[in-house]
């Protein structure tokens, strides 16, 4: 039998942790992951591009787990009332070849890149930081501004969005938490929200070459979190910013970003530094604080793979709602799959299927 966690699920382990909790300990997996980045088999993903969207397939192991997410990201999807960006992903154990985890991972990829882009920013934004803006209030905006309050003590958040509604969504969203130590600020324009921030997040949806930050909007010590830019010809940041002399580019896997993030519009000759050396420790996130920090994120299959197992462990502790599904025939006669689908081979005992009780999401 199979673990599953579905998006009620989800939303029940996030009650018993707390999202910024659960956020901050993900970060926390994912940067022992990124230390021992050569215990992992790497490639970019998989892209089927069309002309709306993309659909990708991210996988990775090491020697004893392998996972892949199922991802897409369709920008109009929300003219018609879906989502831009949906997943669902495996863990699997390499020894077998078993699937052990089925999970939804629309809730978990927003986590995850909130958790990486907060523990990218620890090291690379100025240690003083308490202002950031939030250009782009869709989907992903409250799991990033959650986990900077929590992880970089952000206390002031600026709002914009070309959407109106997407602000007042995010502004009802942030309200509710009741998060006394935030100060929020509707913006009128991306210029105006990133004026004196220490931080820009930049989380937009357009299947385009977009100039969502452009260069005078950019100040020395800024660090800029570009997140929505993840497809080749879909980008946020105007290539002067990229090029300024005092810029400094992190990215999650070389590889892959030179295909689809902020850094596919500069030549391969212009370097970048890639996360796992931050981490480690042997390259530096910042060297003055002037510099401008640059985290150009566009999603990486070793950020899911730690979000995986994190959950596989999570659900397991928490036994109580654990649900399983009979993904993997389960045959007492391991050759008698023919027997399995007939019914003339004994089902394995352990074939039992769980159900899951639902409760209320807590944020906090
Ligand atoms: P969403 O559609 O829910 O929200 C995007 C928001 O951007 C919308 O509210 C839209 O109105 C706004 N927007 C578009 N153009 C804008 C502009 N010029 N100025 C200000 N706002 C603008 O999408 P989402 O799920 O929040 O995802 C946002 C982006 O992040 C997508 O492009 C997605 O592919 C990307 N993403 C990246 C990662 C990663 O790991 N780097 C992970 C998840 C999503």
């Known amino acids: 039998m199979v673990d599953y966690v579905g998006t009620t699920r989800i939303a029940e382990l996030l009650a018993h942790v707390g999202t910024a909790s659960f956020m901050e300990a993900l970060a926390g997996e994912i ?4 230390c021992r980045w050569h215990d992992f088999d790497k ?14 397939l991210m996988p990775i192991s090491d020697s004893k787990l392998y996972t892949f997410k199922y991802v897409n990201g369709h920008p109009k999807n929300t003219h018609d009332g879906l989502l831009t960006v949906t997943a669902f992903g495996i863990l699997a154990d390499v020894a077998t070849g078993y699937p052990l985890l089925l999970s939804e991972m629309t809730y978990i990829t927003a986590l995850r890149t909130a958790a990486i882009s907060a523990l990218a920013a620890q090291k690379m934004a100025r240690s003083n930081s308490r202002v950031m803006a939030m250009i782009g209030n869709g989907a992903q905006s409250e799991f990033q501004i959650l986990a900077f309050h929590r992880m970089l003590r952000i206390r002031e958040v600026r709002l914009f969005d070309t959407d109106k509604a997407a602000t007042e969504k995010l502004l009802r969203n942030l309200s509710a938490l009741k998060i006394p130590d935030l100060k929020i600020i ?12 220490d931080i820009v997040t930049t989380v937009t949806a357009d299947k ?31 290539i002067d910013i990229l090029r300024r002399s005092d810029a400094r580019i992190v990215v999650e896997y070389e590889p892959q970003a030179r295909i689809e993030g902020e850094i596919q519009q500069l030549k391969t000759t212009e370097l970048v530094i890639e996360l796992t050396d ?15 920090t640059i985290f150009d ?38 050759k008698n799959l023919w027997g399995g689908l007939t019914g003339t081979e004994k089902p394995h005992p352990a074939a039992l299927v769980g159900k899951v009780p639902t409760k209320p999401i807590a944020l906090v």
């Open 43 to 56: 490639s970019p993903r998989h892209a089927a591009h069309s002309s709306v969207g993309v659909i990708e």
């Open 278 to 292: 931050v981490l480690c420790g042997t390259k530096a996130g910042r060297t003055s604080d002037h510099e401008v």
């Open 31 to 34: 940067e022992v992951d990124f």
């Open 297 to 334: 994120s566009v999603g990486f299959a070793l950020n899911d793979f730690s979000a995986l197992r994190y959950v596989y462990k999570l659900n397991r502790e928490q036994s109580a709602g654990r649900a399983l599904i009979d993904l993997v025939p389960l045959l007492n006669d391991p």
């Open 208 to 238: 385009r070459n977009a100039l969502i930050l452009t260069p005078e909007m950019v100040e020395p010590g800024m660090h800029l979190n570009a997140v929505g830019g993840d497809c080749p010809g879909k980008t946020e940041l105007h």
């Open 186 to 197: 509707c913006s009128k324009s991306t210029a105006e929200a990133a004026r004196g921030a």
